[in-house]
């Protein structure tokens, strides 16, 4: 019996030392490809080695925002002979941003550019990449806890300041209403408002905004029976749980008369269900970003406004950030890109501009 069960016990042992083994030599094969992947990519294109090379990471690479982010660091990057590598698009699977920090990690770029939070994983990484002599410029989102070298972000005040006068806007067409229908000072409208936010509670970006558009509107005078501020999160990783959370929004018996998305994917499917419920022009829609399907749909009256982020410039400064770094030894803690308002008056320049583009 004895004997049988120390048999047992030794098969455990070596079965366990050889999962071990091969999750180590996976590893390392894995890190030895990516480096040689990394040395050779600039190669393959151009025919042409690169001085320097950086990873790009984000939780949803394929978005539009994203993909001018790339494109924007890319282009900066190319002037000075650097390449920059939109970690995941080519590695199969979906990996979240902290598993392609550790791929990075692993790979040892010369610097790494993430689109960060405030988790305490995401400290340990960033710190861990910067042990390294890796320099980390936090992306879009920031981490403040961590030896991050800069953050290149936009100034959520000033967009919280944006949506809050867009507010203002709907509440002065409800008075303007109230005074050609309402009897009395008591029947005048209430404009319920609902934020989409992303469910993580650390989002420092959407920590601003939301007092922010709160503090515009009490700006203008609005009294607290106009208007109604209330938070609905939603799991913003996945798209699924984001359409599912915004159509429950048109289930319920009292449809809100503003809705305010913090991101573009919240903005799209906020607009979808607004198309699909015959809420066009009922229900107003203040979005984020300034892709072609949403400059169209604000065209056509189904949103309300849009908040413009120059994306490309995002990716631009984070390449900035790093090349005063490696040039000057030291560069700027913040970079803020430029917002810009989109509605009804100057929707038709924007649009007009992607026209050209396209061509």
């Known amino acids: 019996m004895d004997k049988q069960y120390k048999n047992s ?11 071990i083994i ?13 480096r040689f992947y990394k040395q050779s990519v600039g190669g393959k294109s151009d025919i042409r ?21 790339y494109e924007g660091a890319l282009e900066a990057a190319k002037e000075e002979n650097i390449y920059v590598d939109l970690l995941g698009s080519n590695l199969p699977g979906d990996y979240s941003t902290e598993d392609l920090m550790k791929i990075a990690i692993a790979a040892r770029p010369d610097a790494i550019m993430v689109a960060a939070d405030e988790s305490d994983l995401m400290t340990e990484l960033i710190n861990e990449a910067v042990a390294d002599e890796i320099p980390v410029v936090t992306l879009y989102g920031d981490n403040t ?19 809050g006068k867009e507010v203002i806007n709907v509440i002065k067409e409800r008075r303007r209403e109230d005074f050609i229908e309402a009897e009395s000072f008591e029947e005048r409208s209430h404009v319920k408002v609902v934020v989409v936010a992303n469910s993580d509670t ?3 970006g959407q920590n601003i905004i939301i007092p922010a558009m709160q503090d515009a509107i009490m700006e203008e005078n609005a ?4 208007f109604s501020i209330s938070i609905m999160t939603v799991d913003s990783s996945s798209s699924f749980s984001v359409e599912e959370s915004i159509r429950d929004i048109f289930m319920e018996e009292e449809v809100p008369d503003v809705i305010v998305c913090l991101n573009e994917l919240s903005t799209v499917c906020a607009y979808q269900a607004v198309v699909d ?3 066009v022009g009922e229900v107003n829609i203040l979005g984020y970003y300034d892709s072609k399907d949403i400059l169209t749909a604000i065209d056509r009256g189904g949103i309300y406004a849009t908040v413009s982020i120059d994306a490309r410039q995002l990716g631009e400064y984070s390449v900035k950030a790093l090349s005063d770094y490696f040039e000057l030894g030291n560069t700027s803690e913040y970079y ?7 509605n009804q008056d100057n929707v038709a320049q924007f649009l007009t501009g992607e026209d050209e583009d396209e061509d």
Not at 25 to 34: N, P, Q, R, S, Y
Not at 150 to 160: A, E, K, L, P
Not at 223 to 226: F, I, K, S, V
């Open 9 to 19: 016990e030794n098969r455990q042992y070596l079965i366990f030392v050889i999962t």
């Open 223 to 226: 009294t607290d029976a106009e």
């Open 277 to 279: 419920f015959n809420k």
């Open 145 to 163: 806890r961590s030896d991050r070298l800069s953050f290149v972000g936009v100034g959520g005040y000033s967009i919280g300041k944006m949506y």
């Open 336 to 342: 803020l890109a430029d917002v810009t308002l989109i």
């Open 22 to 34: 091969f999750v180590m030599v996976t590893m390392i094969l894995g890190a030895f490809v990516f």
């Open 49 to 69: 080695e690169y001085d320097k090379y950086y990873c790009l990471i984000t939780d949803n690479y394929k978005s539009d925002f994203w993909q001018s982010v």
């Open 202 to 204: 650390k989002d420092t």
